[in-house]
C-alpha cells in the first residue's frame, strides 16, 4: 500500500475535549505533513514539521514527530465543533521521488 | 491569489466511457500532483508533473495518463472507464523548486460517478 496508518479511524469527542490523532509511515521523509477535509471537499494544510524536528505548534496545534519509530501525532486541544472533519497526515519521502503520501485519515467529531 | 482550480466539479459516464479533468494552479506553481480518493483505498497517488514532464508516477493502469501544458495547467484522462473508477480526483499544485517545503494546494476535487 502507498499509505502509513492512522489510529483511530474514527474519534468522537465533546467540545473542549483534546483530541490526539496518530500516524506511522513506511519510509525516511523528509517531512510529515498534516491536512484536514471537511467532507468531500479539498484538502487544507494545517502543519508540517520537518525530519530533523521533535515537536511543533501552530495554534491550539500541536505536532509530535518520532523518526525512530517513524510515527506522528496530532493533538487539536480545546476541540470545537467546527473542527469535525478529516484529518490525513502525509509523508515526503527522503527518497522515490515528487510525490506525497497520505495515510487513511481520521474521521473526527466533534459534539456541542 | 486564485486557488487550484479544477473542472468539472462533478460528472457522471458510463462504462466504457473516457474521461478528462483538467486543473489550473496557482499563478506561480509549476508542480501539479493528481490523487484519487475513495472510501474504500483513501487517498492514492496518481502522478506528478513539473515542467510539463511527469516526475513520478503511482500504481495505477495505464488508462490513467496526464500531461502538463507550458502554463502549468494539467490534464489527467481516464480511458474505458470501470466502475470502480468511481471517486473523487483531486489536483494539488506547489510552487515545485528546489527548496519549496513540499505543502500541497488543493483544488476542490471532481466528482466522477461511473454507471
Known sequence: SQQGEEDPQALSIQEGENATMNCSYKTSINNLQWYRQNSGRGLVHLILIRSNEREKHSGRLRVTLDTSKKSSSLLITA??????????CASSPLFGGFKTIFGAGTRLFVKA | KAGVTQTPRYLIKTRGQQVTLSCSPISGHRSVSWYQQTPGQG??????????T?????????????????????????????????????????PGGLGHTGELFFGEGSRLTVL
Open chain 1, 79 to 88: 476541540s470545537r465543533a467546527a473542527d469535525t472533519a478529516s484529518y490525513f
Open chain 2, 43 to 52: 487517498l492514492q497517488f496518481l502522478f506528478e508533473y513539473f515542467s510539463e
Open chain 2, 54 to 94: 511527469q516526475r513520478n508516477k503511482g500504481n495505477f493502469p495505464g488508462r490513467f495518463s496526464g500531461r502538463q501544458f507550458s502554463n502549468s495547467r494539467s490534464e489527467m484522462n481516464v480511458s474505458t472507464l470501470e466502475l470502480g473508477d468511481s471517486a473523487l480526483y483531486l489536483c494539488a499544485s506547489t
